[in-house]
């Protein structure tokens, strides 16, 4: 079966339209709190999943998916909601409060970065893309009091949330 140039074209017109639609991102919600709740509802519905991971992971090095939520969150977040978040059931959730908190109100994670430390519940966790290890939320709690920029592919220097000679070994 032979195509003419104006049949081609004629099926191009037809299926482009609903093939650019499909790489168009969703309508955002408009305000911070709409914004925050999508984002806080999306990370909820795959906290099963999720790996705690860094701007540089996937493909290309990539942003992973809890960075790319964790950042939202951040961004649209108050210090009630990071708080709920750190408060939940799940550790991923969890981590992800810990992970705004650090970013968005590092004076304020200390007290609650210091009282996660003892906890053993693990998760997977993978900052660089290069390697997925089991840690504890309390090493989590540790290495974000050491680094609040811990999941930030590349950089070179850490932003500390404590003075360095309060720092504990993050092995």
Same mark, same amino acid.
């Given at each position: 079966?032979?195509?003419?140039?104006?049949?081609?074209?004629?099926?191009?017109?037809?299926?482009?339209?609903?093939?650019?639609?499909?790489? +168009?991102?969703?309508?955002?919600? +408009?305000?911070?709190?709409?914004?925050?709740?999508?984002?806080?509802?999306?990370?909820?519905?795959?906290?099963?999943?999720?790996?705690?991971?860094?701007?540089?992971?996937?493909?290309?090095?990539?942003?992973?998916? @809890?960075?790319?939520?964790?950042?939202?969150?951040?961004?649209?977040? +108050? *210090?009630?909601? @990071?708080?709920?978040?750190?408060?939940?059931? =799940?550790?991923?959730?969890?981590?992800?409060?810990?992970?705004?908190?650090? =970013?968005?109100?590092?004076?304020?994670?200390?007290?609650?970065?210091?009282?996660?430390?003892?906890?053993?519940? *693990?998760?997977? @966790?993978?900052?660089?893309?290069?390697?997925?290890?089991?840690?504890?939320?309390?090493?989590?709690?540790? *290495?974000?009091?050491?680094?609040?920029?811990?999941?930030?592919?590349?950089?070179?220097?850490?932003?500390?949330?404590?003075?360095?000679?309060? =720092?504990?070994?993050?092995?």
């Amino acid at each position: 079966m032979r195509f003419t140039l104006a049949a081609s074209l004629t099926l191009a017109l037809l299926v482009a339209p609903g093939a650019l639609a499909q790489d +168009r991102p969703p309508v955002e919600a +408009r305000t911070p709190a709409e914004r925050f709740a999508a984002a806080r509802q999306e990370l909820l519905a795959s906290a099963a999943d999720l790996t705690v991971d860094g701007s540089t992971v996937g493909r290309g090095a990539q942003p992973g998916r @809890f960075y790319t939520l964790v950042r939202e969150l951040t961004r649209t977040g +108050r *210090k009630e909601d @990071f708080l709920a978040l750190v408060e939940h059931e =799940q550790v991923v959730v969890r981590a992800a409060g810990m992970v705004c908190l650090a =970013q968005r109100l590092p004076e304020e994670a200390v007290p609650v970065l210091r009282a996660r430390q003892d906890s053993q519940a *693990k998760l997977l @966790f993978n900052p660089n893309g290069c390697t997925v290890e089991e840690i504890t939320e309390g090493e989590l709690a540790t *290495k974000l009091l050491n680094d609040a920029d811990l999941l930030e592919g590349g950089h070179t220097k850490p932003r500390p949330l404590i003075p360095v000679g309060e =720092q504990e070994k993050d092995d």
